[in-house]
């Protein structure tokens, strides 16, 4: 039986498939609640602060940030699971541990990790945020890692190849069969491209790498930019911005339940099993495909591959090229938590010390490694 307020089809205490290790049941909160408490409280939640979203975080304290993103994913999915009667409290707690094994310096600084993994197995954040809350935190007297119930572990891994899927047990199991995560796992996923997709433009503007007339041609942003000055005549500079950021990011929510509704309807959706053996759910309509599809277009070509954001990018790179090059060669430069680590598997110990690193900090251990005069 679903809990109150929830689709029948929605995760609950009732029917998830709990905790790898079982513990005492929460007093005063749900499960999922006390899922999304651990990963607030964890460190590698607060390390996002000093990690890059597309500007590293010393650019300017205006710009977002891992943490500030994450937060504003966990706003739109929970809003968006509570329109669809699922269950808000582990769509927030997928959306927030969403980014916690993501690298110092966004995508690049993934990117040059993976390059420097691949001859040991590879690097992908999402593998890594599961590495993260089931291994590297270290906060509790009977597990390491969080703990966290089956269905937040499960939203967090949004890719997996075959490979790593075999080693997953039950958690890589639906790669192998081809079975869908929760709808709250689909939502949170989706919901993070809404985020991006906005805040990146916001930022862009703020930033000036973009300028408002570029976007003239983009229909997300056109047709709500004329939206907002049809109601509010003369409005102009940042508020002009917010507003039809504001407009942009409801059109695609709204578009977002209307849609995954009528797919929840079309495929006879009653139950939780049925989700996992559906199709994915969570889709925006037709009608929205083509113009999302223009406007990340717009910003590979005008933003992410703006000259000044590859000069960073290509920095950041080889930061994180040269820290992994230095600890491989002589891992007794690490510290010796991960020293110890190192033993049992070196190439991984030091991806775990560079993933859980943030932007400055990378940028110090360079310094302290590399820079003539730094010798502490």
């Known amino acids: ?56 975080n010393h650019e300017g304290d205006l710009f977002r940030t891992r943490l500030t ?54 690097f992908e954040h999402n593998l890594q945020s599961l590495r993260t809350i089931d291994l590297l935190e270290e906060r509790y007297a009977a597990f390491d890692g969080l703990n966290l ?43 993070d491209e809404i985020a991006y997709n906005n805040h990146d433009v916001d930022d862009g503007l703020r930033s000036g790498l973009i300028q408002p007339e570029q976007l003239d041609d983009v229909e997300l942003f056109a047709v709500e930019r004329r939206a907002v000055l049809a109601r ?16 942009m990011i409801n059109r695609m929510a ?12 079309a495929n006879g959706i009653a139950t939780l099993d049925d989700v996992h053996r559906a199709p994915p759910l969570v889709a925006y309509s037709d009608a929205l ?23 960073m990018t290509n920095k950041a790179r080889r930061i994180i090229r040269d820290l992994f090059d230095a600890f491989l060669a002589e891992p007794a430069l690490l510290p010796p938590q991960y020293q110890a680590r190192a033993r049992e598997d070196k ?3 030091i991806a775990d010390y560079i993933a859980g690193m943030t932007d400055r900090y990378a940028m110090k251990e360079h310094r302290r490694l590399f820079a003539v ?3 502490h």
């Not at 009732?14 to 609640?33: D, H, I, K, M, Y």
């Not at 590698?44 to 602060?49: G, I, K, P, S």
């Not at 808000?88 to 541990?97: G, Q, S």
């Not at 003369?234 to 002009?240: E, N, P, S, W, Y």
């Open 232 to 247: 509010h005549p003369g409005l102009a500079g940042r508020r002009l911005v917010h507003e039809t950021i504001r407009r």
């Open 347 to 349: 190439a991984r110990a």
């Open 1 to 56: 039986m679903a809990e109150a307020g929830l689709a029948p089809y929605a995760v609950s205490d009732a029917n998830s498939r709990g905790r790898r290790l079982v513990e005492e049941a929460p007093t005063a909160r749900g499960e999922f609640q006390r899922d999304r408490d651990r990963i607030v409280h964890s460190t590698a939640f607060r390390r996002l602060e000093y990690k890059t979203q597309v500007f590293v």
């Open 373 to 375: 005069g730094e010798i």
């Open 254 to 265: 709204v578009d977002l339940i209307q849609t995954t509704t009528e797919r929840i309807e």
């Open 149 to 191: 119930m089956y269905e937040t572990r499960e939203g967090v891994l949004k890719h997996c190849s075959r490979t790593h899927a075999l080693a997953l047990g039950d958690l890589g199991q639906r790669f192998l069969e081809g079975r869908q995560p929760s709808l709250e796992g689909q939502l949170a996923n989706v919901c």
């Open 69 to 122: 993103h994450s937060i504003e994913v966990a706003q739109i999915t929970r809003s968006v699971a509570r329109a669809l009667s699922l269950n808000e409290d582990l769509a927030e707690a997928v959306a927030l541990a969403h980014d916690l094994g993501h690298t110092p310096f966004g995508h690049a600084g993934q990117d040059a990790l993976n390059d420097c993994m691949k001859p040991f197995g590879g």
């Open 289 to 311: 495909k083509a113009p999302l599809r223009e406007l990340k277009r717009f910003l590979r070509e005008n933003l992410y591959r703006h000259y000044q954001v590859l000069r």
